[in-house]
Nanobody, 124 residues
Framework: QVQLVESGGGLVQAGGSLRLSCEASGRTFSNYRMGWFRQAPGKEREFVAAVDWSGGNTYYADSVKGRFTIDRANAKNTVSLQMNALNPEDTAVYYC?????????????????WGQGTQVTVYS
């Protein structure tokens, strides 16, 4: 079992930045690929970004490419999401997730463990 706790969400003006963090506990963190998803009201949960076991490979949704950066610190059991140039369409609850299979990181079904989420609200 892996427990995930997100932090760093909040209210920010369009064009601003936020950094989300996710702390993991329970199992060896470096055994899991990690991802961030988000869910806006009335919409499906969607992929945002993911990182492989070592942090050497990262993956992004087209909508956030060039604005968001995912990174992990295995020594600290954390994965972070730096979000820049935020716009109101980025408003959502953001979830951290841990994948224990080799399936596509873009698919939420690949992830076995999820955090409770942190709210990000961007106003214009």
């Amino acid at each position: 079992q892996v427990q995930l706790v997100e932090s760093g969400g909040g209210l920010v003006q369009a064009g601003g930045s936020l950094r989300l963090s996710c702390e993991a506990s329970g199992r060896t963190f470096s055994n899991y690929r990690m991802g961030w998803f988000r869910q806006a009201p009335g919409k499906e949960r969607e992929f945002v970004a993911a990182v492989d076991w070592s942090g050497g490979n990262t993956y992004y949704a087209d909508s956030v490419k060039g604005r968001f950066t995912i990174d992990r610190a295995n020594a600290k059991n954390t994965v972070s999401l730096q979000m820049n140039a935020l716009n109101p369409e980025d408003t959502a609850v953001y979830y951290c997730a841990a994948a224990n299979s080799y399936s596509s990181l873009y698919n939420k079904g690949t992830y076995a463990y999820w955090g409770q989420g942190t709210q990000v609200t961007v106003y214009s």
